[in-house]
């Protein structure tokens, strides 16, 4: 167990819906990373957030948003979803400098699937 | 061309083997190199961190990086069957720059 959780474990919507995603960092780990991982595209960074701030932006797109609050937790929020969506979502966390190249700690996911 | 290439698997093997996992780069600014490995329904965990060229071992595990030849592996000596899972390759340019990943190997060590 890493010692980060995310909520819900698996999600079903619809197309055109909205989600959000929650994820709870390792307790004293101030940056959160946000990644998607599907079959064919792989494992690939979202957004990465350090102490409440956004510190880097991947391959998000524009209909997708997240923020991470005091308490440090996140939330990913997906809307007008669309089929090609259907993803694991996966959260990390690390605890020194919000570097990439920090040991990030990934959680266990949330399985999105829009029907 | 994809800038993080990796064998797409699956790999079998049986106990005792070793095994090799490979990746392939484009680009020549990585400089950090790392493996992960990813078990079925979980999230990846960081197995091992080489920076810049050369070798790094941890047990069974070696981690093996040529710059030159924009080529990284990764050696699983007396593989056990509780190695069975994905390994994914990732690479970074820079310590505030994103990980970028192979696409991951599922490898099966068979009893």
């Known amino acids: 167990d890493s010692g980060v959780t995310q909520t819900p474990k698996h999600l079903i919507t619809a197309t055109g819906q909205r989600v959000t995603l929650r994820c709870s960092p390792r307790?004293?780990?101030?940056?959160v990373y946000w990644y998607q991982q599907s079959l064919d595209q792989g494992l690939q960074f979202l957004i990465q957030?350090?102490?409440?701030?956004?510190?880097a932006k991947g391959n998000i797109l524009e209909r997708f948003s997240a923020q991470q609050f005091p308490d440090l937790h996140s939330e990913l929020n997906l809307s007008s979803l669309e089929l090609g969506d259907s993803a694991l979502y996966f959260c990390?966390?690390?605890?020194?400098?919000?570097?990439?190249?920090?040991?990030?700690?990934f959680g266990p996911g949330t399985r999105l699937t829009v029907l | 061309q994809k800038e993080v290439e990796q064998d797409p698997g699956p790999l079998s093997v049986p106990e005792g083997a070793i095994v090799s996992l490979n990746c392939t780069y484009s680009?020549?600014?990585?400089?950090?190199f790392m493996w992960y490995r990813q078990y079925s329904r979980k999230g990846p965990e960081l197995l091992m961190y080489?920076?810049?060229?050369g070798n790094k071992e941890d047990g069974r595990f070696t981690a093996q990086v040529d710059k030159s030849s924009k080529y990284i592996s990764l050696f699983i000596r007396d593989s056990q069957p509780s190695d069975s899972a994905t390994y994914l390759c990732?690479?970074?340019?820079?310590?505030?720059?994103?990980?970028?990943f192979g696409k991951g190997i599922t490898l099966s060590v068979r009893p």
């Open positions: 990390a966390s690390s605890v020194e400098m919000g570097q990439f190249t920090d040991t990030q700690y």
């Open positions: 307790s004293g780990d101030l940056s």
């Open positions: 957030y350090y102490n409440g701030e956004e510190r």
């Open positions: 680009n020549s600014a990585f400089q950090y």
């Open positions: 080489t920076y810049s060229s």
């Open positions: 990732a690479m970074s340019s820079g310590a505030n720059s994103k990980l970028t």
